[in-house]
């Protein structure tokens, strides 16, 4: 593990243009060192070709894989096995974030050595930008454990929280019998995760940048981003 390293894990499949933006969005942080982890799920265009590419324009910084067909949650995992950072942001393809998120959440945890999370406020807005005045879901809550509340409510979208990379350590992955779901046994100190609220992160808003041209969008506090209206 590289000490101050936020290990980025992108899986991605048959979006080459959106890839690309989920990329530039990773490199436009003011946050280093970082690297990003690239693994394509069998794509049939030229998604691989594109990620390819990005490797080769940032050496040291992006790596690219590809694994046949099994879904996003194998890629994100398979991209975990090689992640070599202190912190791990999982970001869909489909999505980019704000500048500023790496240091705000760094700082957040460097802050509060006891937490394994750093995740922050998000409200929702609408496709006519009507922004609701609460948070979404329970992401407003300062909660100090990750469960058992995780069990009954996910207050956050895959790309809003950074994790120190020890909170998955010695997680086994369990692969499905045939037709059968992916599934990850965790150690029983995983459902110890503690978390620390950002409650000023107001840089650490992500964006799900998706073909429907009308976008529902997320804000974590002052910072609005756009998420697709279409999953």
Known sequence: MTPGLVSTI?????????????????????????????????????????????????????RAETQTNVGPGMARERGRQMAQG??????????????????????????????????GMTRYRHPDGRIEPGPWKGSGVAREAMFPPFLLERWWDTPNPLYRA?????????????????????????????LTWCAVCAKCATMRAGACAAAVRWMHRASVSGHAATR
Do not use: C, M
């Open 86 to 119: 202190e912190f791990i942001q999982y970001l869909d393809s489909d999505d980019v974030l704000l500048p500023g998120k790496f240091l705000a959440q760094v700082t957040a945890l460097r802050a509060h050595p006891g937490a394994d999370v750093a995740y």
């Open 166 to 194: 020890s909170v998955r350590a010695g997680g086994q992955l369990v692969r499905p019998a045939p037709g059968g779901r992916l599934g990850i046994r965790l150690p029983y100190s995983f459902f110890g995760t503690r």
């Open 10 to 62: 992108i899986p991605v499949y048959n979006r080459p243009a959106q890839l690309r933006e989920a990329v530039a969005s990773v490199l436009a942080q003011d946050y280093r060192p970082i690297e990003i982890i690239i693994v394509d799920d069998g794509s049939t265009d030229d998604t691989f070709a594109v990620a390819q590419e990005l490797a080769a324009e940032h050496p040291g910084i992006i």
